[in-house]
């Protein structure tokens, strides 16, 4: 317990000496007895002119930048489904047609020749059109390395002396300065 006495008591004492410190430091509000107010702080005077550039050099900086292009292709189409179709409907036409001829056992022999010539003539026309080309396209982008203007370096001469400033722009022959003139308080 007496532990936390002796804390609060130290706290009392710091809080009571900062309240101190700030009446030491700002003193008492103005109009109480004996103290007035600060005398008012001197407007700067502000003009512009022009001052003559002596040199603007142009600033790059580096930057990625993404340049997107399309990139296509020729592929072969997918026909595989045409072979199927081929061999199928050659076997059916090449099995009509071979129906056509024989009696009796030649009859299922024919018909099954048919079907089976019918089939490879059908497998051999879809496979011509298996030269069939899509195009394929899709975004590639590259990353590249650019040089970009960032403004200017430039020295002018006011009054007899050389400043140095950045700017965003070229200033051409003068730059606009701001010349501020103000009394230093005694």
Same mark, same amino acid.
């Given at each position: 317990?007496?532990?936390?006495?002796?804390?609060?008591? /130290?706290? &009392?004492? #710091?809080?009571? =000496? $900062?309240?101190?410190?700030?009446?030491?430091?700002?003193?008492? *509000?103005?109009? +109480?007895?004996?103290?007035?107010?600060p005398?008012?702080?001197?407007q700067?005077?502000?003009?512009? /002119?022009? &001052?003559? #550039?002596?040199? =603007? $050099?142009?600033?790059?900086?580096?930057v990625?930048?993404?340049r *997107?292009?399309? +990139?296509?292709?020729?592929?072969?189409?997918?026909?595989?489904?045409n072979?199927?179709?081929?061999? /199928?409907?050659?076997?059916?036409?090449?099995?009509?047609?071979g129906?056509?001829?024989?009696?009796g056992?030649?009859?299922?022999?024919?018909?099954?020749?048919?079907?089976?010539?019918?089939?490879?003539?059908?497998?051999?026309?879809?496979?011509?059109?298996?030269?069939?080309?899509?195009?394929?396209?899709?975004?590639?982008?590259d990353?590249?390395?650019?040089?970009?203007?960032?403004?200017?370096?430039?020295?002018?001469?006011?009054?007899?002396?050389?400043?140095?400033?950045?700017t965003a722009?070229?200033?051409?022959?003068?730059?606009?300065?701001?010349?501020?003139?103000a009394?230093?308080g005694?």
């Amino acid at each position: 317990m007496t532990k936390y006495v002796r804390c609060l008591a /130290v706290l &009392a004492a #710091v809080a009571g =000496a $900062t309240q101190l410190g700030a009446c030491a430091t700002y003193g008492q *509000p103005y109009g +109480e007895a004996g103290y007035t107010q600060p005398p008012p702080q001197p407007q700067e005077q502000v003009q512009y /002119v022009d &001052a003559t #550039v002596l040199s =603007a $050099t142009p600033v790059y900086q580096q930057v990625q930048v993404a340049r *997107p292009r399309r +990139e296509c292709r020729q592929v072969p189409a997918d026909n595989t489904g045409n072979h199927v179709a081929g061999t /199928v409907i050659g076997g059916a036409l090449g099995g009509l047609v071979g129906n056509q001829f024989g009696r009796g056992s030649g009859n299922a022999a024919m018909t099954a020749l048919g079907a089976v010539a019918g089939a490879v003539v059908g497998n051999s026309v879809a496979s011509q059109n298996d030269q069939q080309y899509v195009t394929q396209c899709r975004t590639v982008t590259d990353y590249v390395t650019e040089h970009q203007a960032d403004g200017y370096d430039v020295s002018y001469r006011y009054n007899g002396h050389v400043y140095h400033t950045h700017t965003a722009h070229d200033p051409g022959s003068t730059i606009r300065v701001r010349v501020g003139v103000a009394p230093v308080g005694g």
